[in-house]
Each structure stands twice: as C-alpha cells, then as structure tokens.
C-alpha cells in the first residue's frame, strides 16, 4: 500500500488516497485514532460509477463512522473509475441498458454477466486491501463492510471471517448463485431498502433476504426510491455498526 496524498477535513477526520498496485482506494481515520487504540474498520462498498463520482457519499459516510471512532477505506471497482477499461464488463452494462430502453424483462443471462465476474475480480481484491489496512497500527478489528454492490457484500461475509457485520443496501440485481451463497451468510446484517427503487427487483431483494443464515438480521424498508433513503434510516444503520464493532 503506497499512499499518495493526505489532507485534514474539518471534521478532524484524515483522508488519505492510497493505491493498492494497479488500484486505487482512500481510508478516513478519526485523527484522535493515532493517540489511542487502533481504530475498528468499515470497508464501504459503492455501485461501479468510479470513485470520483462516488466520493461525495462515500466521503458522508467516512466522516459519519469517525465520529464514532471508526476508520473506513474503499477501493475502486474493476473497470471502474481512472482504472483499465473491462470488455467483458462494458458489453453487459450495453446489454442491460439495450435490455431496459427496450423495456425487455432482465433475464438470468444479463444479470449473471453484469454481476458474478465483478464478485469474482472484486472480492479477492477488497481481502487484499484489508491485508494491508490492518497491518497499519491505527487501524485494529474487528471489521465490518458497508453498502455497494450487494451481491459483493455476499461474497464477503461468506469467504472473509474477518468481517464480523455487514449493512447491506438492496437496489442492485441479485444472481440466483448469490442468493444460494446468501444461506452460508451468518454474520449480524441490517439490510436497508428502497420500496419504490426503480431499478430495484422488490422481490429478488426480499427473496435475498429471506434466504440469509444470520440469526441476526434486520430489514429496514422506506417508501421512496433509489436516491430518496432518509436520514434516519442512515443513523440506525450507524447505530448498528456501533453495536457491533464497539
């Protein structure tokens, strides 16, 4: 892990960019994390639109986790960002939209194409970058992720026993091979949805749901769509977080 710029907010949170070889990635810290125990650790998970694009929320819920202790890291997605171009990954995103101005149901083929080669390239990379943010000495466990990709944060919490909770957010397509993998899940989730998410399949997330082993698992659902979450729904999402990694 090389980092590559550092700067204070005014928040006194410390942002620093960092690259991982060929990716690139931020980690926030609470600045009083460097006088005291090595700080608890959310990854945050984002839709493959780039970090740029990304950073204004994912920067919101960086400085909302250190304000209760925690430092949080992201890393861009394949094919995403200021990183390679992927063929593979265009060509589905092609077909979905060709799919949906169609107004054609999104079928298995389209969903697998889109979804399971990002879980399969990302996941490995999300454990290596945890590798190297738990060998810094202000950063400690235990580790939870949050949001993104939700089939990614499946992938997760099956293969990652470093991970102790997850926030899920339902609004992304779910793979019929991510929803068996969801029945090995166990770890506590509090899972956020949009009711009305127009490019959410309802049933499909509340499918998803069901099939997850946690004993511990929450549903919170709002009325609105993909953009519309309340704020509340974001600070119970934050209190679960604290349960859990506190």
């Known amino acids: 892990m090389h980092f590559t710029s550092e700067q204070r907010l005014d928040d006194g949170v410390l942002e620093r960019a960092f690259t991982l070889g060929e990716i690139p990635g931020i980690l926030w810290t609470p600045v009083s994390s460097s006088a005291s125990a090595p700080a608890p650790l959310i990854l945050l998970g984002h839709p493959p639109l780039g970090l740029p694009r990304m950073y204004p ?13 925690f430092a949080s890291a992201t890393i861009e997605l394949p094919g995403s960002g200021d990183r390679p171009r992927w063929a593979e990954a265009d060509q589905a995103r092609a077909d979905l939209r060709r799919a949906m101005e169609a107004g054609e149901p999104i079928g298995d083929e389209i969903i697998d194409a889109l979804i399971l080669p990002l879980v399969e390239k990302s996941v490995p ?5 945890l590798d190297a943010l738990l060998a810094l000495p202000e950063i400690g466990g235990p580790v939870a992720y949050s949001g993104g990709v939700i089939s990614i944060g499946v992938r997760l919490a099956v293969v990652e026993p470093r991970i102790v909770a997850a926030g899920l957010f339902a609004g992304s397509f779910i793979p019929r091979a991510i929803l068996e993998e969801a029945r090995q899940v166990t770890i506590p989730l509090h899972v956020l949805l ?11 997330a509340l499918d998803l749901f069901d099939a997850f082993g946690s004993k511990e698992k929450t549903l919170q659902a709002n009325m609105g769509g ?7 729904a ?5 209190r679960f977080f604290v349960r859990h990694l506190k």
């Open 226 to 232: 993909h953009t519309g979450v309340p704020q509340f």
């Open 57 to 69: 929320r994912l920067a919101a819920r960086a400085r909302g986790a250190a304000a209760e202790g």
């Open 194 to 204: 949009q009711w009305d998410d127009e490019g959410n399949d309802r049933q499909a």
């Open 125 to 129: 990379e999300w454990q290596a970058a």
């Open 234 to 238: 974001g600070e119970d999402g934050g």
